[in-house]
């Protein structure tokens, strides 16, 4: 989230964070949007009595900031039927791993790298998609590749993909803003970087 707010703070993204929404009251997002003067809040199960409830005002914060683009960066739940609509095919969420594989339920954080390392596979990387009802299952608009190392753990090889990810996602969302990426059409090339 951070690389995304610095980003469009140097003028490198041609765009405005308008609210941080977080499910984790003692989340870092909400204590930097605090720290910056970020419009946020704090919604989630312990907030609100019914998950209907919970989307209804998800949506209804997002819709009343002016969110053109819902950026997922650590959110960890589904969202509600609601939100999915009003912002079809402008969620987007980074994945650590090049998707279709390895993602879905129970695929988040070192599970990732674990599962790629038990794998096998030589190369790793990030994934940017279309958030859609099902865990990482949207359309893929950006990857960025990782080599496996031989001497990889899970940790070295997280810490790399994250490089990536740091990389990708503002560069997608720059590619987005200026009109390279129509999410609309969902018609978009991957970015390929070999490291």
């Given at each position: 989230m951070q690389v995304i707010i610095d980003a469009c703070r140097s003028g490198t993204l041609p765009a405005e964070p308008r609210v941080i929404i977080s499910n984790n009251?003692?989340?870092?997002?909400?204590?930097q949007a605090r720290e910056q003067r970020i419009p946020h809040a704090h919604l989630s199960s312990h907030t609100l009595p019914t998950p209907d409830v919970l989307d209804h005002v998800i949506c209804e914060t997002l819709q009343r900031h002016e969110v053109q683009i819902v950026c997922l960066a650590g959110y960890m739940k589904l969202?509600?039927?609601?939100?999915?609509?009003?912002?079809?095919?402008?969620?987007?969420?980074?994945?650590?791993?090049?998707?279709?594989k390895f993602g879905g339920k129970g695929f988040y954080g070192i599970h990732v790298h674990e599962a790629v390392l038990a794998a096998g596979e030589i190369q790793s990387g990030v994934s940017v998609h279309v958030v859609d009802e099902v865990y990482d299952h949207g359309p893929v608009i950006a990857q960025a590749h990782v080599s496996v190392l031989p001497e990889d753990t899970p940790e070295s090889l997280a810490a790399r993909v994250l490089e990536q990810e740091h990389r990708l996602y503002p560069e997608t969302l720059q590619r987005i803003a200026i009109?390279?990426?129509?999410?609309?059409?969902l018609l978009v090339p991957s970015i390929e970087n070999e490291e």
């Open positions: 009251s003692q989340s870092g997002a909400l204590k969202l509600g039927a609601k939100t999915l609509a009003a912002f079809r095919g402008h969620i987007l969420n980074v994945h650590p791993a090049l998707l279709p009109g390279e990426i129509d999410l609309g059409r």
